[in-house]
């Protein structure tokens, strides 16, 4: 993609969503970020958004510079040209294309990144989704991108592209046609009840049932809404109520929370009234949440994890608008300025290397003392304390003592990430 001055970061979601809890502390997160990083920042929501396709191109170039034009450019210009390797024998696109209008302003500098956020059970591909490709064919990089978030639109889609991957999934059924949920009572009768009853675009923990039998199935079939296909899957008895949320960011784990149902119910979201807890998370767990995210293509993700006897998993959902308010409570995380780190790591590749590789660290050692989830690793065990108060690190301390540390005690992140930074300028 062709770009001029400063780097360009925009941030789109949803009106709808837009003042839920993670789009507000993304937004501060990015504004920070992008003061911090003199980035030029925008924000804005896919309704004022018009698409454009003119004379067959996705936009006109707004301005072109050619070989025979480069005696009109002033030293400055042709100094900041030279410098990002743009030399008068190439065709440079300064402006960029003329393919998009918000609440009707003419874009012609186009961000190199765009963070998305979008209500994934209400994406609606001939909508949401074109306004992403046309970003994204202009050149932009969007985190996440529009096939990766399509990618968890539908549970079932999910799971159709993690399936031949060596994906632990748990087995799943479900159907074509509109409202074909009753032929689906024979057919998923090989699952065993009880069973596990989802609307494939359902969020949140609604629209997840426990049928018991046939004819808790055949009842079912009469009272639940059939806008959205419905899947079948088979019951986890040993993960009855719990589960493990892991949030990636960038394929790295950056925090794992134990949520755990209180009133006795299959799901264990907290949005439904469940709790969470920080946890630790084998190496094995962590490593097939991160495969997931990349099978899938997302940049930022929660993974859902379902624990069997034995201490594997099962991956249970993905969801590429993670919501995490429950999360950063109980991890004491900053995951919207963990995003906000990322997507500036995407305009300036390297510069941030230390610090996200520092977030893996933190999230680390912000675990509990709880056993650890799955099978034991090569490495020890975490030794954390959750209810160990915040420990405050010398400014002076180097930063291989100050990692040494981590294992002992739990560090406020915001703390340790300003300590890295002074390493960084000193």
């Known amino acids: 993609m062709c770009s001029s001055v400063a780097p360009r970061l925009w941030f ?23 003061c911090e990083e003199e980035l030029d920042f925008r924000a804005l929501v896919m309704d004022e958004v018009v698409l454009t396709i003119e004379d067959g191109n996705l936009g006109e170039p707004a301005e072109m510079v050619t070989e025979l034009d480069m005696h009109n450019i002033g030293a400055q210009e042709r100094t900041r040209m030279h410098s990002n390797k743009l030399t ?18 003419l874009i012609t500098a186009y961000p190199q990144v765009v963070v998305v956020r979008v209500p994934t059970p209400w994406v609606q591909s001939d909508s949401d989704i074109t306004v992403l490709r ?57 699952l065993e009840f009880p069973m596990v009853v989802k609307n494939t675009r359902g969020h949140r923990g609604k629209a ?23 899947l079948f899957q088979k019951y986890v008895k040993e993960s009855h109520g719990k589960d493990v949320r892991v949030i990636v960011v960038g394929g790295r784990v950056v925090g794992t929370m134990l949520r755990c149902s ?48 034995d201490g594997s998993f099962y991956v249970c959902e993905a969801n590429a608008n993670v919501g995490f308010i429950a999360f950063d409570k109980a991890c004491n995380l900053d995951v919207a300025g963990i995003i906000a780190d ?4 995407l305009l300036t590749p390297g510069r941030l290397t230390r610090r996200m590789s520092l977030l893996s660290v933190v999230s680390t050692a912000s675990e509990t003392s709880e056993p650890e989830l ?10 954390m304390s959750a209810s160990s108060s915040s420990v405050d690190s010398d400014p002076e301390t180097t930063e291989r003592e100050l990692l040494t540390k981590l294992p002992g005690a739990l560090f406020n992140m915001n703390q340790l990430l300003a300590n890295e930074i002074k390493l960084l300028v000193e």
Not at 342 to 345: G, I
């Open 134 to 190: 046309h970003l994204e064919k202009m050149g932009c990089r969007l985190m996440n991108r529009p096939q990766a978030i399509l990618n968890c639109v539908n549970k079932f889609w999910t799971f159709q592209e993690l399936a031949g991957h060596g994906v632990p999934l748990p087995d799943t059924f479900s159907y074509g046609g509109h409202e074909n949920f009753a032929k689906m009572i024979d057919e998923a009768e090989v």
């Open 342 to 345: 990322y997507a500036a790591s």
């Open 208 to 230: 997840v049932f426990l049928a018991r039998d046939k004819h808790h199935l055949a009842d079912l079939s009469h009272l639940i809404r059939h806008d959205a296909p419905y």
């Open 88 to 105: 008068s024998y190439m065709v440079v696109c300064l402006g960029l294309m003329q393919g998009l209008r918000v609440n009707g302003e």
């Open 374 to 383: 799955g099978p034991p690793a090569s490495a020890a065990v975490d030794n």
């Open 12 to 34: 789109l979601t949803d009106r709808r969503i837009r003042e839920d809890y993670p789009q507000q502390e993304i937004l501060r997160a990015l504004k920070a970020k992008c």
């Open 262 to 309: 209180t009133d006795g119910r299959m799901q264990s979201n907290c949005s439904l009234g469940g709790v969470g807890m920080m946890c630790s998370l084998s190496e094995q767990g962590k490593q097939l949440a991160v495969q997931v995210s990349n099978i899938l293509g997302m940049d930022v993700c929660g993974i859902d994890l379902l624990m069997k006897d």
